[in-house]
């Protein structure tokens, strides 16, 4: 037996599909830098990716994707290093400044 189907109504599916499992990355590019330096130090302090890894939550090479700048990170990523490091995150972390102090403990001109 034949079974005809009606086309999805607009608003329903019929729209081309959006692209799934891309990353995209918040972070300016100075943002990244300071992550990797980040990254970079608190792999110094923990002594292996993968107890840096374990303290954070994120899998090791992920961390080390981001530490060679392969990947850009995430503010998620940024904070999580943020806390793996003993600093807190501001919440206006989203500009540039603020994120690159908390990530460096630099403080920068507007801060002072």
Known sequence: MLRLVKPA????????????????????????????????????????????????????????????GHSGGSYAAAVLAAKAGGVSVPRDAQRADATSSALTGRRSARQA
């Open 9 to 68: 109504a607009a608003g329903q599916g019929s729209g081309p599909s959006r692209a799934r499992g891309k990353r995209f990355s918040t972070l300016t590019p100075l943002q990244k830098q300071h992550l990797r330096a980040a990254l970079k130090n608190l792999h110094r302090t923990y002594g292996t990716w993968r107890s840096l890894g374990e303290a954070m939550g994120i899998a090791e090479g992920t961390l080390k994707n981001i530490a060679k």
